[in-house]
């Protein structure tokens, strides 16, 4: 039973540690700007694609903020 209760823990941790969604290192707003996290208007977007880096944020046809 504990080896069921192990696996379940495993398998959660493991997917909320690669739920991009979670904590994106890169939001792309709605409008197509790129907030690295720890920016100005990172925490404000709320609807946005996530990303692991600004260029592949930037690849995908976002922008810099002003």
Do not use: A
Not at 13 to 35: A, E, M, R, T, W
Not at 40 to 59: A, G, H, M, P
Request: charged share 25%; hydrophobic share 30%.
């Amino acid at each position: 039973m504990n080896k069921i209760w192990l696996l379940i823990f495993l398998l959660f941790f493991y997917s909320c540690d690669n739920y991009q969604s979670l904590d994106p290192k890169v939001k792309k707003s709605s409008s197509g700007i790129c907030h690295k996290k720890g920016s100005q208007y990172y925490q404000q977007t709320e609807k946005y694609l996530s990303f692991n880096t600004i260029r592949e944020c930037l690849d995908s046809g976002g922008r810099l903020p002003r």
